[in-house]
């Protein structure tokens, strides 16, 4: 049974930056495509980015060019890199698979706020 467990979030200013990971108590190596998703306060859950096994990325229009995601099959750990942070970038992020076969972590807070 693969878990998540999100960490690294934090408070950051406007302009900062923030690293998140995403650390699998079992092998992701077997899954495809693994993605990091928010959820704002009085919003729904989104995906944010995505990654898969060939190598491919995708990114929500209101993170392009500013996040980053990476993963690691074999430290079984998914980062998020997070640069040129917005106040609206505020929201509890969480990691899981595409198509989130697995149950949800508890996520990591972000908040950037001067």
């Known amino acids: 049974q693969v878990r998540f467990v999100e960490s690294g979030g934090g408070l950051a200013q406007p302009g900062g930056s923030l690293r998140l990971s995403c650390a699998a108590s079992?092998?992701?190596?077997?899954?495809?495509?693994m993605g990091w998703y928010r959820r704002a306060p009085g919003n729904e859950r989104e995906l944010v980015a995505a990654?898969?096994?060939?190598?491919?990325?995708n990114y929500a229009d209101s993170v392009k060019g500013r996040f980053t995601i990476s993963r690691d099959n074999f430290k079984n750990t998914v980062y998020l890199q997070m640069n040129s942070l917005k106040p609206e970038d505020t929201a509890v992020y969480y990691c899981?698979?595409?198509?989130?076969?697995?149950?949800w972590g508890q996520g990591t807070q972000v908040t950037v706020s001067s």
């Open positions: 899981n698979t595409i198509g989130a076969t697995v149950s």
């Open positions: 990654s898969t096994s060939g190598g491919s990325t």
């Open positions: 079992g092998s992701i190596f077997r899954i495809p495509a």
